[in-house]
């Protein structure tokens, strides 16, 4: 099934339009708490279309993909004490939730930074930050660097290949979206259990 080569075709002729700023900060920020779409998806083609506002894009992906990650945040502790907590009551499982916020607090700012970076589903790890009690400025920290990573490698390559890398990428396009796509329910999955 060819999905991701039409997909890209439309997201670039998305990005030549007049409003495709708005659109990839908005995409940036509904990706980062519930949307499934990557913001890569939208970033690479921009870049290859407008390559000297490559460091803008990057920037503006960045920073809306961080307040949407905030967002998520919000959702996960906000939530949690409506929704999670009864289901935890429900089920018994005080002591299993404790210990998996215990080893969350310890590591979920590496945790964050790397789904940040990854192709690792940035949301999930939005929302249990917050559903977990993630410290507030670690979190954001941690976003900051993970998705300024992610977003100003995309950039840097694309602006330095330039029309050499969309030749290839237009080739690669439906492995590379069927392979973000299996990822996500790996780490779904992984994080499921």
């Known amino acids: ?4 080569g039409t997909l890209y075709d439309k997201v670039l002729e998305w990005s030549r339009h007049r409003h495709a700023e708005r659109y990839l900060a908005a995409l940036s920020f ?6 499934p779409v990557p913001t890569a998806f939208m970033l690479a083609p921009m870049v290859l279309a407008n390559r000297d506002r490559a460091w803008w894009l990057a ?3 960045t920073i809306t993909s961080v307040a949407g990650g905030v967002l998520g945040y919000a959702i996960g502790y906000f939530v949690f004490d409506q929704v999670g907590a009864v289901i935890i009551d ?12 215990e080893r969350f607090l310890k590591d979920g700012v590496w945790l964050v930074l790397l789904a940040g970076v990854t192709p690792l589903p940035y949301k999930l ?8 009690g993630l410290a507030l400025l670690p979190f954001v920290v941690a976003s900051l660097i993970g998705r300024a990573g992610q977003f100003f490698i995309i950039a840097i390559v694309l602006w330095w290949g330039g029309p050499k890398i969309e030749k ?3 080739r690669w396009m439906e492995i590379i979206g069927w392979s973000v796509i299996a990822l996500a329910v790996l780490a779904y999955l992984y994080f499921r259990h």
Not at 1 to 4: C, L, V, Y
């Open 125 to 132: 790890c939005t929302l249990t930050s917050g559903l977990l």
């Open 90 to 101: 429900f089920f018994g499982k005080q002591d299993a939730f404790q210990e998996v916020k």
């Open 168 to 170: 290839h990428l237009r």
């Open 1 to 4: 099934m060819r999905i991701f």
């Open 30 to 35: 509904a990706e980062s708490s519930f949307f």
């Open 59 to 61: 920037t503006l992906a």
